[in-house]
């Protein structure tokens, strides 16, 4: 008779055991994170009739340097001096937020290409470390990383 409470104990672990198993087999979904993009009339002249995802990469570096910043570039862009990926794009932002723009990304594949995976990953929810974790697995093959500083 002792035995039936431990059989019952049994019974309740095994049956939550099955029902936790199956909740964490059920497909999660992913919400998508919607991009702020700046406007195509922010898009620097030479930049105005590139392929749809160039220009998409440069209204991305201009709506989100910060993210850009802590990703590295694997072009060989350290020779300019570039330290991260927004570089590519963006040489400097004057205090009245004036844009001067940098015409490497434009012709530079690997530069849109890891701006592009950027902003996959950020609309799968994925957060800085882990994108830039994918890109530095990704891209090393390419040669050395610019000079980026590590997320903390």
């Given amino acids: 008779m002792k035995s039936r409470p431990v059989l019952w104990i049994l019974l309740f672990a095994t049956a939550l055991l099955t029902i936790g198993a199956i909740c964490n087999s059920q497909p999660r979904t992913v919400r998508p994170v919607a991009l702020k993009l700046a406007p195509k009339s922010a898009l620097p002249e030479f930049a105005q009739n590139a392929p749809d995802p160039v220009q998409e990469a440069y209204r991305y570096a201009i709506a989100n340097p910060e993210p850009l910043q802590a990703i590295p570039c694997y072009c060989g862009c350290r020779a300019m001096n ?13 205090p009245d ?10 012709g530079c594949q690997i530069c849109v290409d890891i701006t592009q995976d950027v902003m996959r990953l950020s609309r799968q929810g994925k957060d800085l470390k882990a994108i830039r974790t994918y890109v530095d697995a990704e891209y090393k093959k390419f040669g050395p990383p610019t000079n980026t500083a590590p997320i903390r």
């Fill in 97 to 106: 937020g004036t844009i001067e723009f940098d015409n490497h990304a434009y």
């Fill in 82 to 94: 570039h330290e991260h990926n927004l570089a590519c794009y963006i040489k400097n932002v004057g």
